[in-house]
């Protein structure tokens, strides 16, 4: 079974995003603050993160940011905050998606069960080695390890599979619900704060400059292409 961390204040809510999963056949575990929540994401092994931004003590935000030094599973901000720049902040900190309340029990469900999927099956534990290499990076898709010019950098699950998807579909231009279709797994729900998030983010790991980025190209009025 699927264990699941909630960090959310507000008990009648999450409360409900609990049930939900739990008929969904997850497990869950439910902190009501920052310093709670953080605590239990640090000290124990969880398949995913439901956090809240305003939370008592420390803030989603935090949470997210030190729970990244050390962890790279999938991370959903859940929050009434609908302003781009939360969203933006929150996926910069390293966050796979964000959504805005209200919503469903059943989207956030659905939303769960895929991002934890496409974890699973794109990590491989068991899959056999396979690296990729150009311009200079070399991608080992088993171990989701990223080296660039030698040196190993740290990549989040989405950066690794966003870069994934852009070396296997070379010189293709690829629009932004494709995008998140493929990498988050949602159709016709293109976010555009998240792909544009993630694509700056990528740009500023493997573009030299990443200001005017030679490898992954933007194609005005129809996506991204990555030059090969």
């Not at 993160?49 to 962890?71: A, S, T, Y």
Request: hydrophobic content about 40%; aromatic content about 8%; charged content about 25%.
């Amino acid at each position: 079974m699927k264990k699941i961390l909630l960090i959310e204040d507000e008990v009648s809510i999450a409360e409900l995003q609990r049930d939900y999963l739990e008929i969904n056949h997850f497990d869950v575990d439910i902190q009501h603050t920052g310093d709670a929540g953080l605590q239990l994401a640090l000290q124990n092994h969880y398949d995913l993160i439901i956090l809240d931004i305003m939370l008592p003590g420390i803030n989603g935000f935090e949470i997210c940011k030190q729970v990244r030094v050390v962890k790279n599973i999938p991370i959903l901000f859940v929050s009434a905050k609908k302003e781009d720049i939360d969203k933006i902040r929150g996926l910069g900190l390293g966050a796979d998606d964000y959504i805005t309340k209200p919503f469903s029990p059943s989207e956030l469900v659905a939303r769960v069960k895929a991002h934890i999927e496409r974890y699973e099956r794109l990590a491989g534990s068991h899959a056999k080695t396979n690296t990729i290499f150009v311009h200079g990076i070399s991608i080992d898709k088993s171990a989701r390890k990223v080296h660039i010019n030698g040196e190993e950098t740290p990549f989040t699950t989405k950066e690794f599979d966003l870069l994934v998807f852009f070396v296997m579909h070379p010189n293709q231009v690829m629009s932004k619900e494709q995008l998140y279709e493929n990498i988050w797994g949602f159709e016709s729900a293109a976010d555009v704060a998240t792909v544009t998030v993630h694509i700056r983010k990528l740009r500023g790991k493997i573009e030299r400059d990443p200001a005017h980025p030679k490898f992954l190209e933007t194609v005005w009025g129809a996506g991204y292409r990555f030059n090969v």
